[in-house]
Nanobody, 121 residues
Framework: QVRLVESGGGLVQAGGSLRLSCAASGSIFTIHYMRWYRQAPGNQRDLVARISSSGGTFYGDSVKGRFTISRDNAKKMVYLQMNSLKPEDTAVYYC???????????????WGQGTQVTVSS
């Protein structure tokens, strides 16, 4: 059983910062890509940022220069540092990871339960 648990969401004023964390636990052999998605009411779930096991990163256009994704492989965690927050960043943020539970199995995609980020104007 693999579990992803996000934390760090909350209410912040525009221009402020938040740091999201996501902890992976359970039967884990290796973690490949780790990602942050977000979904605002009535919208689709969009990719915010992605990081490979070796640290290569990708960002959505709307967050480039403001958000930073990082990971700690030893702790099985991924982080999202969000600076210069805007009201349009308001959404539920989800952690996603591609995880292999053993050397003989392929990777499966797992999701966290989500954490609410609200940015007031």
């Amino acid at each position: 059983q693999v579990r992803l648990v996000e934390s760090g969401g909350g209410l912040v004023q525009a221009g402020g910062s938040l740091r999201l964390s996501c902890a992976a636990s359970g039967s884990i052999f290796t973690i490949h890509y780790m990602r942050w998605y977000r979904q605002a009411p009535g919208n689709q779930r969009d990719l915010v940022a992605r990081i490979s096991s070796s640290g290569g990163t990708f960002y959505g256009d709307s967050v480039k220069g403001r958000f930073t994704i990082s990971r700690d492989n030893a702790k099985k965690m991924v982080y999202l540092q969000m600076n210069s927050l805007k009201p349009e960043d308001t959404a539920v943020y989800y952690c996603n990871a591609d995880i292999r539970s053993s050397s003989s199995l392929g990777a499966n995609s797992y999701w966290g339960q989500g954490t609410q980020v609200t940015v007031s104007s």
